[in-house]
């Protein structure tokens, strides 16, 4: 069986799906990876497209999830359907490149207790973008006392009994502030590594990265979240 499962979810990537297949065949061709496609209720052809391109592979699946309710949900979903002792996700739209999981495993080669949590460090992205991850990164920061750094780069790489120890996670975008907490709080060492964040070649970006007002709206909702989290701290 394979040490770790790497889950990618994706909504509406046919076009991209191509692309990222390759990359992660080659991910397997080079550790003891499996890797879970989460079709996370897409609308076009990525249904099709995955069906009949992993028809014979056997470390590179998919599972279907029929309704999008949010990033989070297709991310836990393919979390539940894993297998290996160790857990990771990224992202479909290849702005990270599956392989960065070869960089991950590195380190996670060198903490051979297994009690880390590890997330790529992001660079190569716009000015505007890295000064909202700052912003983020500072507030969540202030709130919970602890470092809180570029909460959504990828992949993020964490043991199974951390997913196992989770109550009532997200179904949404603030699945990444929580699982970075619970690590936190649980006293797992975290470890960061650069990872090159490029532009994105098809589709449409995140719905809350569509313009400012889209982000608004995300840290509303982050910060909402967060406050709850800090609450159970307080209790």
């Known amino acids: ?5 790497l889950v990618i979810p994706c909504y509406d990537e046919a076009k991209n799906l191509p692309d990222l297949i390759a990359r992660c065949r080659g991910v397997i061709r080079q550790a003891d990876i499996e890797i879970i496609l989460v079709d996370n209720g897409s609308r ?3 249904p099709r ?28 979903t393919g979390l539940r359907a894993a297998k290996c002792s160790y857990l990771a996700w990224t992202h479909a739209d290849l702005q990270t490149d599956p392989a ?15 009690k880390i949590f590890i997330k790529g460090r992001r660079f190569g992205r716009s000015l505007s973008d ?21 909460i959504n780069g990828q992949p993020t790489i964490f043991p199974r009994k951390l997913f196992e120890s989770w109550e009532n996670p997200p179904d949404d975008f603030a699945l990444d502030l929580y ?5 936190q709080q649980q006293g797992y060492l975290i470890r960061r590594f650069p990872v090159h964040f490029g532009q994105r070649r098809y589709g449409t970006q995140s719905r809350w990265n ?16 967060s406050w709850q989290l800090r609450q159970k701290l307080v209790k």
Do not use: Q
């Not at 069986?1 to 499962?5: E, G, H, R, V």
């Not at 069906?51 to 309704?67: D, F, G, I, M, T």
């Not at 960065?100 to 297994?114: Q, T």
């Not at 699982?179 to 690590?183: D, E, G, I, K, L």
């Open 130 to 150: 890295a000064f909202f991850t700052f912003g983020m990164s500072c507030y969540e920061t202030s709130i919970f006392r602890t470092p809180f750094w570029d």
């Open 1 to 5: 069986m394979p040490a770790l499962s």
């Open 100 to 114: 960065d999981i070869l960089a991950g495993l590195k380190v996670l080669s060198m903490h051979p207790n297994g």
């Open 49 to 76: 497209i995955l069906a009949e391109a992993l028809k014979s592979e056997k470390n590179l699946r998919s599972v279907r999830v029929e309704k999008n309710i949010g990033y989070g949900h297709g991310i836990l």
């Open 210 to 225: 569509l313009g400012w007002n889209s982000r608004l709206k995300m840290i509303k909702r982050v910060a909402g979240y």
């Open 179 to 183: 699982a970075y907490w619970s690590a």
């Open 44 to 46: 076009d052809e990525t």
